[in-house]
């Protein structure tokens, strides 16, 4: 069955660097990949999509990567701030439904 | 604009008794979605619906049924709860297909003794 790995470790990180967070998946191609940020206590909110033909996706502060020989997805968040502080949520796509990572805990201290 | 609502948000349950979790979304979604997560297991679609009049397994659908009742609500019914299904539970909705973000509502935080 399909896996998806993301750090369970937290990422602490100081103000005004990158962060980079990583999301491995086995077992299966997704042509398609999103991310989503989920705060405590609330649902998750959708960032970016990414498809298999882009290797890269930017937003803002935001880029996504996407390596399906490696089968990894990067997400950095640049010039971090405290309020990026959350978990993020890599989702790829599959057989027409959405397969989550448990994510990971990002902390940004000022 | 409300989104997705999700009520009630807190509940405890006694094992063995039943329940549905209400979801609706005023967003004129297609496809609508129950998820529970678990620390550590992220995630895990339990059923889901791509249209009015069509419902779905996912990957966790044991123990659980499902209704779409309109275009508009999509509950998650219990029928004899077990510890197991302590989890916050989450619903989402989407346009359709592959390139539309899933909105998701705040859950429902169940705790079954």
């Known amino acids: 069955s399909q896996k998806i790995e993301q750090n369970s470790e937290a990422l602490n990180i100081q103000e005004g660097k990158t962060a980079t967070l990583t999301c491995n998946y086995t077992?299966?191609?997704?042509?398609?990949l999103q991310w989503y940020r989920q705060d405590p206590g609330r649902g998750p909110v959708f960032l970016l999509l990414?498809?298999?033909?882009?290797k890269e996706k930017r937003k803002e502060r935001l880029k996504v990567t996407f390596d399906t020989t490696l089968k990894q997805s990067l997400f950095h968040i640049t010039a971090s701030q405290p309020a990026d502080s959350a978990t993020y949520l890599c989702?790829?796509?599959?057989?027409?439904?959405?397969?989550f990572g448990s994510g990971t805990k990002l902390n940004v201290k000022p | 604009n409300a989104g997705v609502t999700q009520t009630p948000k807190f509940q405890v349950l006694k094992t063995g008794q039943s329940m549905t979790l209400q979801c609706a979304q005023d967003?004129?979604?297609?496809?609508m979605y129950w998820y529970r997560q678990d620390p550590g297991m992220g995630l895990r679609l339990i059923y889901y619906?791509?249209?009015?009049?069509?419902?779905d397994k996912g990957e966790v659908p044991n123990g659980y049924n499902v209704s779409r009742l309109n275009k508009r609500e999509f509950s998650l019914r219990l029928e004899s709860a077990a510890p197991s299904q302590t989890s916050v539970y989450f619903c989402?909705?989407?346009?359709?297909?592959?390139?539309?973000?899933?909105?998701f509502g705040n859950g429902t935080r169940l705790t079954v003794t």
């Open positions: 077992n299966y191609s997704p042509a398609y």
């Open positions: 989702a790829p796509y599959n057989f027409n439904k959405f397969y």
């Open positions: 619906s791509a249209s009015e009049g069509t419902t």
């Open positions: 990414i498809r298999e033909n882009e």
């Open positions: 989402a909705s989407n346009s359709e297909g592959f390139n539309s973000p899933l909105h």
């Open positions: 967003m004129n979604h297609n496809s």
